[in-house]
């Protein structure tokens, strides 16, 4: 395209109008908000509720502690953390301490219904930063599928065990809304923060 400028008094006039279309084409999306699609196959996980505990709840154990060293979960909790269930290696891992840490204080133990599915759900927090290092981990009805997060100096670490879980659309990143939304219910029937709350 060529733009033609005439000098005299008409030059800065046109100039002026050039400056302001193009202007208006930059800004206006902005204006109006970008809309951005979601990625193709990807939608909103249901919302999670919390239902009553029974003896499914207790299947694994009655704390934390119980759960993840229960004989049925031990190794696909460590599989499911892999490098990071252990004490940090430089280069090797994501966190700053070991996963088991996360769950040294564990709250209580509940049952939350994500669309179809059960889940046992199980917090805890570090002992000696409970408010920095945070865990929730959930384990599918049936103990085959295990996701989990962990919070840790604002960042969030999201991971997926069992059938569908490794990579691609049922990896630690599909995790993350499902643990989201579980989180949020629990949230509503714990005053806020369904963490413990150690003794001060």
Same mark, same amino acid.
């Given at each position: !395209?060529?733009?033609?400028?005439? /000098?005299?008094?008409?030059?800065?006039?046109?100039?002026? !109008?050039?400056?302001? @279309?193009?202007?208006?084409?930059?800004? @206006?999306?902005?204006?109006?908000?970008?809309?951005?699609?979601?990625?193709?196959?990807?939608?909103?996980?249901? *919302?999670?509720?919390?239902?009553? &505990? #029974?003896?499914?709840?207790?299947?694994?154990?009655?704390?934390?502690? *119980?759960?993840?060293?229960?004989?049925?979960?031990?190794?696909?909790?460590?599989?499911?953390?892999? &490098?990071?269930?252990?004490?940090?290696?430089?280069?090797?891992?994501?966190?700053?301490?070991?996963?088991?840490?996360?769950?040294?204080?564990?709250?209580?133990?509940? !049952?939350?219904?994500?669309?179809? &599915?059960?889940?046992?759900?199980?917090?805890?927090? &570090?002992?000696?930063? /409970?408010?920095?290092?945070?865990?929730?981990?959930?384990?599918?009805?049936?103990?085959?599928?295990? !996701?989990?997060?962990?919070?840790?100096?604002?960042?969030?670490?999201?991971?997926?065990?069992?059938?569908?879980?490794?990579?691609?659309?049922?990896?630690?990143?599909?995790?993350?809304?499902?643990?989201?939304? @579980?989180?949020?219910?629990?949230?509503?029937?714990? #005053?806020?923060?369904?963490?413990?709350?150690? @003794?001060?």
């Amino acid at each position: !395209m060529v733009i033609a400028v005439r /000098c005299g008094k008409e030059a800065p006039v046109r100039h002026s !109008m050039l400056w302001g @279309a193009l202007v208006c084409l930059l800004v @206006a999306p902005v204006v109006a908000g970008c809309v951005v699609p979601p990625e193709p196959g990807s939608s909103a996980p249901p *919302e999670a509720d919390v239902v009553a &505990a #029974d003896a499914r709840a207790l299947a694994y154990g009655r704390t934390a502690g *119980e759960i993840l060293e229960n004989p049925q979960l031990r190794d696909k909790v460590r599989a499911l953390f892999g &490098a990071d269930w252990a004490a940090p290696t430089p280069g090797v891992g994501k966190l700053s301490a070991p996963a088991a840490q996360y769950f040294e204080l564990g709250g209580p133990v509940r !049952m939350v219904r994500i669309g179809d &599915a059960n889940y046992i759900a199980v917090t805890g927090c &570090a002992r000696q930063a /409970c408010s920095g290092r945070r865990g929730l981990l959930l384990i599918r009805e049936g103990g085959e599928q295990l !996701m989990a997060r962990l919070d840790e100096g604002g960042f969030s670490h999201h991971y997926a065990y069992g059938p569908g879980a490794t990579g691609g659309a049922g990896g630690p990143a599909a995790a993350g809304p499902v643990l989201g939304s @579980a989180l949020r219910a629990l949230e509503r029937v714990s #005053d806020g923060s369904p963490f413990p709350r150690p @003794a001060p």
